[in-house]
Structure formats: structure tokens, C-alpha cells
């Protein structure tokens, strides 16, 4: 009897632990053992480098003002004031002076650099993990800012961590930082998916966890970040001026090809055509293609779909085509839909949607 009871109050204790380390219902601590790459190449950054160095020795000698401070220097000399800052041996300067040439400089192309909205390029880790939350999920991370990419660069690196919605499995995202599904943390994190709301509670010293806790819609706070897990209707300018939208057909996918005319990239939207024309009958019963063209004008997009006599339905980008469609200017890519609804993918590849359409990828890799 007394084992039993020994056993008993035993099972009691590590029970009453469980329950002491198991979070609230609507809680969710979230280890962030993922991380996400940013691909856009912002791993190169104009300056301005000195070319004429015996006019260069002219102007220092004609400086009136001087201030130095270890590798940054600041000059004035005929009334031109010159700031510049020391890198490997060489002047730098972030905009062009009399005798100086513009130049380009770069850093290893396998970290992970974002371009911020002021166009200086940051370093950053972006730990991540998949998350699901009844029958949702989709990926969550917090973007770390390390510092300056370039450091010769004068501007001030200190930002706030920020929180990144993304589809689930999502590894590679091209990041615009003003983008609806990224917003900048907090002491009031509030944030939308699908029709969920969480408050994010708590970031560790290192990022590698996340406490994020579902909340009621009403909250009187601002979201810092969106994410649509199911498509909407998308408003676009059909190619006769009439303002319309791109509807899904239930039962089949749904691929929207965000392109720009011009370029290498005219090219891709002709083979996309190409290989959905001669898709068989009954594939294309499966998958719907429609193309948005961004940033051409109304009339060059009509211009160039009848001279090819294109196939797939074309629409012109609106004001409001990119309402929560995390939109970002690195054509072409798709936003990709399935027969249900629920959205695959906001950064589709162009090779994604190629070998959809049947490409092997020993023809994909040929053809780069």
C-alpha cells in the first residue's frame, strides 16, 4: 500500500511539471531552428572612387577646413565640401565629386544582405520556423540587422528586429522591406494570419525562440504584418481599360505571373506562353495561368501581346493589385494557388513554373 501511494504522489509531481511547463491554450513557444535567405543580390554598392589623383593633390592643398576622425574624413576646399571614408587602402564616397569616378563595390555573394527602404544595404540573420495553429500554418521569422554590408558606408545600422510572415517551407524570400507581411517589432507586436490574430509576446536575447499568443480580432492595435493564407481576388486593368479582377476557378490551379516588358525578361513571358500552348489538354484542365504586367504602360502591353498573339490572359497592374499580395519589384515571378484556394507560394520562380509546365530540370540547368 505504501508503494502505491509512493508511486502515486510521484506520478502526481511529474504530472503537476508537465502542467507547469505546458503554455496556455491560444499560446505557442516557437523554436526558430530554420532560417530564410534572402536571394535578391544586394551584395553590390555604387560609390565613388578617386581618379584623377594629381588634381586630388591639388584640392587637399587647397582645403580650408579638415576634420578627421580615425578612417572618416570631412574637407572643405573651393567652397566644396568632400566627405569620404577610408577602405582598404582606398577614399570612398557615396556621391560623385569633381576628379572622382563612380565604381562598384562587393562582398561575399553567400551572406545574407537586404536592402533597407533608405537603399543602404544591412547584413542580417533571419532565423524561422514552420508554425501550425489548428488547421493553419505558414512560416514565421524575425529578421536580426547585424550591421552594415559595405562599411565605409556613413549612415546609422541600428534598426529593430522584425517579424516575417511567409508561406509554409518557404526558405528563400525575396525581401522588400515594405512589404505587408514584414513590420518592425515592438513592445506591441500584433499581427494577422489568415483570419488569426496573435500579439507576439517574447523574442529571446539570441532569436532563436518566440512566444506568440492568439488574440481577439478587436484590439485596438495596429497590425505590423499580414499574411492571406486563401486567395482573394486580385484587382487588375484588363488590356480594354476596364478595371476587373482575376477570379479562381474552383477544382484547378492558379499561377499569377507578375512580369515587366523589356529586357531578357520579354523573352521568359513568350516561353511561359509558349509551353502553356503546348501543354496537353488535359494538364491545362489542371492549372490556369494569368500574367500581370507591372511598370509598362497600358498601351505597350496591348502592343506586345498582339504582336505575339499570346494565350494566356494579360492584365496591367492597378494601385491596388498589390493590396496583401507581398508584391515585390524582382520580375518575373508567380503567386501560386492551388485547387483549393490556399496560397503555395507569394515568391514562385520562373524555373518553378517552367517545370510545371514540363521542363525536366536537365533542360532547366541547360538553359541557364
Not at 560623385?96 to 537586404?114: C, F, H, K
Not at 492595435?221 to 474552383?250: C, G, N, W
Not at 497600358?298 to 492584365?315: G, S
Request: glycine share 6%; net charge negative.
Amino acid at each position: 500500500m505504501r508503494l502505491i501511494l509512493l508511486g502515486s504522489t510521484f506520478i502526481g509531481l511529474l504530472a503537476l511539471l508537465a502542467c507547469q511547463n505546458t503554455p496556455p491554450p491560444g499560446t505557442y513557444v516557437i523554436e526558430l531552428t530554420d532560417s530564410i535567405v534572402n536571394p535578391v543580390r544586394g551584395n553590390f554598392q555604387v560609390y565613388w572612387g578617386i581618379a584623377d589623383t594629381v588634381a586630388w593633390e591639388a584640392t587637399l592643398a587647397a582645403a580650408d577646413t579638415i576634420y578627421e576622425d580615425g578612417n572618416y574624413r570631412k574637407l572643405r576646399s573651393k567652397e566644396i565640401w568632400y566627405e569620404m571614408r577610408r577602405e582598404k587602402e582606398e577614399w570612398r564616397a557615396t556621391q560623385p565629386y569633381p576628379g572622382w569616378e563612380r565604381r562598384v563595390d562587393s562582398i561575399d555573394r553567400q551572406l545574407n544582405v537586404i536592402r533597407m527602404l533608405d537603399n543602404n544595404r544591412v547584413l542580417a540573420d533571419i532565423p524561422a520556423a514552420d508554425v501550425v495553429v489548428g488547421r493553419d500554418s505558414f512560416r514565421i521569422a524575425v529578421i536580426h540587422i547585424k550591421g552594415k554590408a559595405f562599411p565605409w558606408q556613413e549612415f546609422d545600422a541600428d534598426h529593430p528586429d522584425y517579424l516575417l510572415l511567409s508561406t509554409k517551407g518557404n526558405g528563400n524570400i525575396p525581401i522588400v522591406m515594405d512589404q505587408d507581411n514584414i513590420g518592425a517589432i515592438s513592445r506591441k507586436t500584433v499581427f494577422r494570419v489568415g483570419r488569426r490574430h496573435f500579439v507576439l509576446k517574447n523574442v529571446s536575447d539570441d532569436r532563436r525562440e518566440i512566444i506568440i499568443e492568439e488574440t481577439e480580432v478587436g484590439r485596438e492595435f495596429p497590425l505590423v504584418a499580414e499574411l492571406d493564407l486563401y486567395y482573394k481576388q486580385v484587382p487588375v486593368m484588363s488590356l480594354d481599360s476596364t478595371l476587373t479582377t482575376i477570379k479562381r476557378t474552383p477544382g484547378k490551379d492558379l499561377a499569377i505571373y507578375f512580369a515587366h516588358l523589356g529586357q531578357w525578361r520579354s523573352d521568359l513571358l513568350l516561353r511561359i506562353d509558349s509551353l502553356y500552348r503546348e501543354l496537353p489538354t488535359k494538364e491545362k484542365e489542371d492549372l490556369d495561368i494569368a500574367v500581370v504586367v507591372r511598370d509598362n504602360f497600358l498601351y505597350h502591353v496591348k502592343d506586345f501581346t498582339e504582336e505575339h498573339q499570346l494565350t494566356l490572359p494579360v492584365y496591367v497592374a492597378t494601385e491596388k493589385t498589390c493590396l496583401r499580395m507581398n508584391c515585390h519589384p524582382y520580375t518575373p515571378y508567380f503567386v501560386g494557388v492551388n485547387e483549393m484556394g490556399r496560397i503555395t507560394t507569394f515568391y514562385g520562380w520562373h524555373s518553378w513554373l517552367e517545370e510545371r509546365l514540363g521542363v525536366e530540370l536537365a533542360e532547366e540547368v541547360e538553359s541557364k
